[in-house]
């Protein structure tokens, strides 16, 4: 047969469909360009007495360019700098092939120390403004409130919302002091670090609740390990009730009233569910071999544990409602310490591939692995609160850090923080 | 005497040796009473053992209000250009020029459709809100130079991001080129079409 004759039997349906119809002709996009989108912050107008202790578009600009999504122009090669929407000429804009300008002012309000900066967001492709908004905030704290535009920007232009003024809490411990184990949090700049506690003794596995307020870990300070949660806003701590032997890995219910942890007052490790209203631990796992890190489905009604019943560590799901226990890891000899994304479609976990650990991520339904690092001891993986970002503890040469990639493993960063052992990082929430 | 006492030394070695194997091996733990006692917290033990930070995370609130959001997501182009394309268009006359190397209309028409979706592809930066599933429809105006003069919604994913990533590039191609083609099947086909875009991950 004549392949023109093939070829139009094979398109003639498409189009006698498209066009019939419909009456018009259909053309698909499924596909885009990873460019990232060019981004200008004009500086924000001051408009109070004290002059400024930082510049609002510095932080903005490099918030918004720290994971490779936007690439911000500088204020050198910018031909004009507007603080209002008539000051726009977006021709001066659009010569430097720029998709989104961000221009605003700070103003003082009412109340003494406070101010508030009003910002557009233009999209200059199409000329016109597509966002105003107003963020009010304290004069002495004008970097979380630059995190704070930076986060709302961020969700006006690519959907999700931005993770600029969430914190990370990890362990530290410092070689050449004494040896103290700190549990901190900082910016996801590595800035702002702060101390929750301090311990002679280890300190293992913060996790932050779903409210940001409260902060589970196990530590060692009585000499065995035990479960706490600590209150980040009052400072006040509880112990939950001590079993014998291993009480470790915490991991808080989406609605903060439950913990689920690992236990082994029964011989073997298993995962139990702790009820914080009531005080007292349901085993909510029973398996001759060792169950443990748990984690908790953002819906609730499931939780991942690594377990090597099958005689290698490998991952499992069990749903809590129906009492069943799945499988969900196949590839390889070592799958552990999985962590739900935010929208509970997928997973990330440490994979063992030619005997170096690295961190991959799986779709829950299809069972697709992407293996996103490429370095050797990648471990206790963290996802950030928007689901596009995970940080997980590694070693550059001997040295101990944190350091990140994006989930679609475009774009790695690493977090600087202070020097010394640091390990388990956890991502707190979005604080509302 | 010397001997006495180096002999003295060695049986209570030998002998201590004995003790401490034969309570292990019966596990007799009078020997290791130092574990049993854990009832004293290791705080009470070593001085500041343990430092709370009281109230590390500030709450200062940020109080945030939208005062307007504006985003009427509806296209037209500034029409004064409009009536200087359409003259534009009858001078060029794209009448008569065809490519020789396509054979059927149909084939033509795909062959430009490809070349319509590829120019607005290399213009469309994806939001990461995008995802499998997601469909918005535009309704897209040409004149025969393949300039847009309208792009109509006519279908929104329900994701604003998206709606204006999509829309940002079809703006963003401004005119579509290489689309010679005879004025019929302009008229027909390409005066009007619909764009669809519509993630595959």
């Known amino acids: ?432 | 005497m010397i001997n006495y006492y180096s002999g003295f030394f060695i049986s209570l070695l030998l002998h201590l040796g004995l003790l401490f194997s034969f309570s292990n091996y019966f596990s007799i733990d009078f020997l290791s009473y130092e574990t049993n006692i854990t009832s004293i917290p290791a705080y009470v033990v070593y001085e500041n053992n343990l430092k709370i930070v009281e109230k590390p995370l500030s709450t200062k609130n940020k109080y945030i209000e939208v005062t307007k959001e504006k985003n009427i997501l509806e296209e037209t182009k500034d029409v004064s250009s409009i009536l200087e394309k359409l003259e534009l268009e009858t001078e060029i006359g794209i009448l008569g020029i065809s490519n020789q190397d396509l054979g059927t209309d149909l084939e033509k028409i795909l062959f430009y459709s490809s070349l319509i979706r590829e120019q607005i592809m290399l213009n469309w930066k994806k939001p990461k809100s995008s995802k499998l599933g997601m469909q918005a429809e535009f309704i897209i105006s040409l004149v025969p130079t393949g300039e847009i003069i309208e792009i109509e919604i006519k279908k929104r994913s329900g994701d604003e991001a998206f709606d204006r990533s999509a829309l940002q590039a079809i703006n963003k191609v401004n005119r579509f080129y290489d689309l010679q083609m005879p004025r019929k099947m302009f008229d027909e086909n390409f005066r009007k079409f619909i764009v669809i875009f519509s993630p595959k991950e």
């Open chain 1, 1 to 432: 047969m004549n392949i023109d004759v093939i070829k139009l039997i094979i398109l003639f349906p498409i189009i006698f469909l498209s066009t019939s119809l419909l009456g018009q002709l259909r053309i698909e996009v499924t596909e885009g360009i990873n460019d990232p989108v060019r981004i200008a912050i004009s500086p924000i107008g001051w408009n109070l007495k004290r002059p400024s202790s930082l510049y609002i578009h510095d932080v903005i600009s490099s918030d918004l360019a720290s994971f490779g999504e936007f690439d911000s122009i500088s204020t050198n090669d910018m031909l004009s700098l507007p603080q209002k929407e008539n000051e726009v000429a977006y021709r001066d804009w659009s010569l430097l092939k720029v998709d989104y300008l961000i221009i605003g002012e700070a103003s003082k309000t009412e109340e003494a120390r406070s101010l508030e900066v009003n910002y557009s967001i233009l999209d200059v492709v199409r000329k016109r403004v597509i966002h105003r908004a107003r963020v009010q905030g304290s004069e002495e704290d004008l970097e979380s409130l630059a995190h704070n535009m930076s986060d709302r920007i961020y969700k006006e232009i690519n959907g999700i919302p931005g993770i600029f003024s969430t914190k990370i809490a990890y362990i530290n411990r410092e070689r050449d002091s004494e040896g103290d184990y700190y549990l901190r949090f900082c910016d996801i700049n590595g800035k702002n670090d702060q101390i929750v506690l301090t311990s002679k003794e280890p300190i293992m596995s913060p996790d932050w609740s779903h409210d940001g307020n409260n902060i589970a870990y196990v530590s060692f300070e009585d000499g065995t390990s035990r479960i706490y949660i600590q209150d980040l806003i009052s400072g006040k701590r509880k112990g939950l009730k001590l079993e014998n032997g291993i009480n470790s890995s915490p991991t808080w219910s989406p609605k903060g009233s439950h913990l689920i942890a690992v236990l082994s007052k029964a011989g073997n490790p298993d995962i139990y569910k702790y009820d914080l209203n009531k005080d007292r631990w349901i085993q909510m796992t029973n398996h001759f071999a060792i169950d443990t890190e748990p984690d908790w489905s953002p819906k609730g009604d499931k939780f991942l544990f690594t377990s090597n019943r099958s005689g290698s560590p490998q991952i499992y799901e069990k749903n809590i409602s129906k009492n069943t226990v799945r499988r969900k890891t196949f590839l390889g000899d070592y799958n552990a310490r999985a962590r739900y994304t935010s929208d509970g479609r997928s997973f990330v976990f440490v994979h063992r591939k030619d005997g170096d650990f690295h961190i991959a991520v799986q779709n829950i339904k299809t069972g697709r692995v992407r293996v996103l690092t490429n370095t050797e001891l990648d471990e206790s993986p963290t996802i950030s609160p928007n689901g596009n970002l995970i940080l997980y503890a590694t070693k550059n040469g001997t040295k101990d850090i944190l350091s990140g990639i994006t989930i679609d493993g475009s774009t790695k960063f690493s977090l600087p923080t202070i020097s010394g052992e640091v390990r388990d990082p956890s991502w707190s929430p979005l604080f509302k």
